[in-house]
């Protein structure tokens, strides 16, 4: 069973930067494409960012294009979400996600994806 671990979340004022973390425990994260979803609250989760297995392919939701760059280093079991130029409207929690295959679903919808960390609170405030 493939388990996470989110960090890097936090308070920070708009413009600012955070990276987010999402580590794998009791299994390799090699042969799975990783996603990044929020949920601010009131509203739906949102599929952000996906990576393939090996991290030649990356998605981005329009939201984020051009300000989150997701990454992972295999090696570390890890993978990472690179957040600029934050807006208020980013605050959310924020949860690393994992598909049964080593290519993105064509849509980020949780649906396409087995395996859920616990999510880490980022709020993006003056």
């Known amino acids: 069973q493939l388990q996470f671990v989110e960090s890097g979340g936090g308070l920070v004022q708009p413009g600012g930067s955070l990276r987010l973390s999402c580590a794998a425990s009791?299994?390799?994260?090699?042969?799975?494409?990783i996603a990044w979803f929020r949920q601010a609250p009131g509203k739906e989760r949102e599929g952000i960012s996906c990576i393939s297995s090996g991290g030649a392919t990356t998605n981005y939701a329009d939201s984020v294009k051009g300000r989150f760059i997701v990454s992972r280093d295999n090696a570390k079991n890890t993978v990472y979400l690179q957040m600029s130029s934050l807006k208020p409207e980013d605050t959310a929690i924020y949860y690393c996600?994992?598909?049964?295959?080593?290519?993105?679903?064509?849509?980020?919808?949780?649906?396409?994806?087995?395996?859920w960390g616990q999510g880490t609170q980022v709020t993006v405030s003056s």
């Open positions: 996600a994992a598909a049964g295959r080593s290519v993105c679903p064509r849509r980020m919808t949780e649906a396409g994806f087995d395996y």
């Open positions: 009791r299994s390799t994260l090699d042969y799975y494409a």
